[in-house]
């Protein structure tokens, strides 16, 4: 269970990251965003590492508590 919670704070801290970045996205100048084209890339994932990170703690809490 220990390991569960260690995988679970891993995959939140990733997600957290992402959000970090996300945001820090529109500090980069105009000309680098258009080359690398990431905001669909970024928005893609932190729509599925937030549903990941949703789950793996509803799953944790449920095991835990029943």
Request: glycine share 2%.
């Amino acid at each position: 269970m220990n390991t569960f919670l260690f995988i679970n704070i891993i995959i939140s801290a990733l997600n957290i990251f992402i959000l970090a970045y996300a945001y820090s996205l529109k500090f980069f100048p105009k000309k680098w965003r258009k080359k690398v084209n990431q905001d669909t890339l970024v928005g893609l994932a932190i729509i599925f590492f937030t549903m990941l990170t949703m789950f793996v703690w509803i799953i944790y809490f449920y095991i835990r508590l029943f």
